[in-house]
């Protein structure tokens, strides 16, 4: 079974920076596609980024509104992929969920909740 948990999350003011993690048990994440998305209130549950593997390597991809201020990246020795988020605005303020797929299963871990301050 696998699980995904999320940490890192909290409360920031604008022009800040926050890391996020997504602790992967239960396989390795080795050549599993993980990304981040967030959910504010009252908005459908949107995109962030996500690292996934095609071929012989790692690709990022991001979401406009998010690109050039973020990146996500992996370690596979912990088992853990990380979203590193920069430049903080107050529309960034959601919950940050990470998902993860192995192209038969897709997996969501519990949230982490990010609050930007103006």
């Known amino acids: 079974q696998v699980q995904l948990v999320e940490s890192g999350g909290g409360l920031v003011q604008a022009g800040g920076s926050l890391r996020l993690s997504c602790a992967v048990s239960?396989?390795?994440?080795?050549?599993?596609?993980v990304g981040w998305y967030r959910q504010a209130p009252g908005k459908e549950r949107e995109f962030v980024a996500d690292i996934n593997w095609r071929i012989y390597s790692y690709y990022a991809t991001y979401a406009d509104s998010v690109r050039g201020r973020s990146t996500i990246f992996r370690d596979d020795a912990k088992n853990t992929v990380y979203l590193q988020m920069a430049k903080l605005k107050p529309e960034d303020t959601a919950i940050y969920y990470c998902n993860a797929d192995n192209g038969g299963d897709n997996y969501w871990g519990q949230g982490t909740q990010v609050t930007v301050s103006s």
């Open positions: 239960g396989r390795s994440i080795s050549r599993l596609d």
